[in-house]
């Protein structure tokens, strides 16, 4: 009987993708469901270490930690390297919900010249630099789930899924890096 | 495809991102237990189902989650203005004719035709 539970990558092996669209599995990350009024933001801003976002779409980053705008009250912060966010955001003494939803989601990185082009083929999400640029991020669709998009660099996407959606995401997105590269 | 404006997201975007919530600006009577069961009825179920312009709730529920208002024509599908909750009603009359008030159920056009 096993002594303790493993920790098993929901892509691990998964591989795909195109010379003009790079698909891989993101590192582990800690994620935080962030919702919390305007009054609110500068004393969260201040416990995570960075600016909240308050504009639709716009991210802010810092070594590695991201808050990403989702909506007028709720944001999604990632941590790269791990950091526990529930704890930091308690550390303000303001009314806000903070919910760990680490193991709830997983990412997928595209990136490549073509790497907008892949996300494409199975969101209606508008892309195109003049409206998507460098930072931009914004909750939409990928053919039949929910996904946040993030614009981490001009050919850089990191699309953030459901982790038990998570096949289904990498699998349409290599398939769409795969037709881009046609 | 349609693409819809979303007053809080400040853009349009796909209409796959959005969800329809029913009538808008209907009014939860003050006297809620004072009303008949007739005229509860006519406030909990029925919609007037117009032929042209109609307000209606929309979610923006793939993205910024929120609900809002949009004024609509059902027979176009054009969207003439989405505002934020709360808000009232936008002054259409300069873009959009008045709406037909003749409404095609079942009962008007095949109701007597037995
Ligand atoms: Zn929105």
New interface residues.
Partial sequence: MAEQALRKAPLGGFHGGSAVAHVTAAGPASRLSLRAGADAVSALSKALGLDLPTR??TSASSDGRHALW???D?WLLIDENGADLAALAAKADVLHSAVDVSHRNTAVLVSGTKAAVAIASAS??DLSPA?FPVGAC????LGKI?VVIFRTGEQDFRVECWRSFAPYAFGLLAEGAEDAGL | MLLIYCPYCEEERSELEFRHGGDAHIARPTNIADITDEEFAEFFFLRDNPKGLIFERWRHIHGCGRFFNAARDTVSDKFYASYKAGEPKPDLSAVHPATEKTVETYEATEGTAK
């Fill in positions: 639709p779409k989702l909506g007028p709720e209606p999400h409206v914004a909750r939409t669709v929910e």
